[in-house]
């Protein structure tokens, strides 16, 4: 069943006729987000401007039982904003205004399809940025984030979307507009916020984020271990949580992404490595050190558990980046590396396809050994890059299997 022509002519009346694609040719750039294996032609595509219209444009839908799939920037890599034609979808891209900087309370209100990264951007003359960074945080939406309730390398320490929402504005299927939470961390009555927080568009759709702002840290120290083993990596992570040493970020790349990334981009990364684990600490901790020299880790507790497990080598990042500064070492680490990951497997997608997904972090190892083996009796190649790790999870990892 498709969308009806009826239905698309009121969703034109309320958003205007170039906010409404029904042609074939032009919904075909909706077909998929970032994961190209599963795709959909939507019935239709529409684009709301503020929290009323979407209230419109919902209703409307209601009214004709048509189904409605919310979607930002297309940057998911599970397919979570995927349609049929029996279905719309309503794209938030459009609501891109950050509508209020509230330096008293701490937070920023913005419209769904605000971009991450533009939302540090805005604050950043104010001493402030917005803490949680997913891969994509130069192209994906702050709605889209909420949806899933998105992280990113700094998830260890910072925690995902949901620690750094205070309110939100969502429009329910039937039209109805719901304010939650409000511009503090804590409200009265049931925190009925955090329950659509990660619901992936299915309780409705948000429009407006109130965002928690957070001072940068004083200082930040990254630092590169390399080893023989993936094993030795994954207990290195192991290890380092169980110390109680809480880094910024924990990532491994295996040695098959390794090499992806140096035949592209020639980081100087170890070819010869079967794991390499990036570490960082940032805050007065890591201004503690902050002038050791590069070649010189330096930083209790990481350097015995690094040891313990047999790392050939320490050293710190900001090395792999002959001439620059320790601020530009930490940009290629979070700003370009998982950005330029996803670019060079994207230039390979006749080999690659890409997905996330969760392991727990005590069968880490195993895990990931039993994968590759099974994988490798099928001919096919299994890579982990940007393992991030949260609580005792290893999150938001990406696996690029060859087809």
């Keep these: 069943m498709s969308v009806s022509k009826s239905l698309i002519r009121r969703l034109e009346r309320i958003c205007g006729s170039e906010s409404v694609l029904s042609d074939p040719d032009e919904l075909l750039v ?63 891209s459009k609501m891109k205004r ?23 951007d805005a604050v950043a003359e104010y001493g402030y940025f917005y803490a949680p960074d997913p891969a994509s945080q130069s192209t994906c939406t702050i709605g ?51 329950v659509f927080i990660g619901s992936e568009g299915t309780l409705g759709l948000v429009t407006e984020v109130t965002v928690k702002l957070t001072r940068p840290p004083a200082a930040y120290r990254t630092v590169l271990a390399v080893y023989d083993r993936m094993d030795d990596a994954g207990n290195t992570v192991r290890d380092i949580i169980a110390a109680g040493i809480v880094p910024a970020a924990l990532e491994i790349m295996d040695q098959a992404i390794v090499h992806i990334l140096e035949d592209a981009y020639a980081y100087g990364f170890p070819r010869d490595a079967e794991a390499v684990l990036i570490i960082e600490l940032d805050g007065i901790e890591a201004g503690r050190f902050a002038e050791l020299p590069f070649d010189v880790v330096g930083l209790p507790g990481l350097e015995d558990v690094a040891r313990q497990h047999q790392a050939v080598q320490r050293r710190a990042l900001c090395d792999l980046v002959a001439g620059q500064t320790r601020e530009h070492a930490v940009a ?72």
């Design 30 to 92: 909706y077909e998929s987000d970032a994961y190209p294996l599963v795709r959909g032609l939507p019935g239709g595509v529409v684009f709301p401007t503020s929290t009323e219209a979407t209230s419109q444009v919902l209703k409307a839908l209601h009214d004709h039982e048509v189904a409605f799939v919310p979607r930002g920037s297309g940057t998911s890599l599970a397919g979570g904003c995927l349609t049929g034609s029996d279905a719309v979808m309503v794209c938030t």
């Design 98 to 120: 950050i509508l209020e900087v509230d330096l008293d309370n701490e937070c920023a209100i913005v419209e769904a399809g605000v971009i991450t990264q533009e939302i540090s």
């Design 332 to 403: 290629v680490h979070h700003r370009q590396l998982d950005a330029r990951i996803e670019l060079r497997v994207a230039q390979l997608a006749e080999i690659y396809s890409t997905t996330r997904g969760w392991i727990c972090l005590c069968i880490f190892a195993i895990a990931r050994h039993r994968v590759n083996t099974r994988v490798h009796r099928k001919v096919l190649e299994l890579a982990f890059i940007r393992n991030a790790v949260h609580s005792l999870r290893v999150t938001g990892s990406i696996a690029f299997c060859k087809r």
């Design 144 to 194: 889209g984030n909420v949806a899933t309730d998105a992280g990113g390398p700094h998830t260890l320490k910072y925690g995902v979307t949901g620690h750094h929402v205070f309110g939100l504005t969502v429009v329910l299927p039937c039209g109805e507009v719901l304010p939650l939470g409000g511009r503090t961390q804590t409200t009265h009555g049931y925190d009925l916020g955090s």
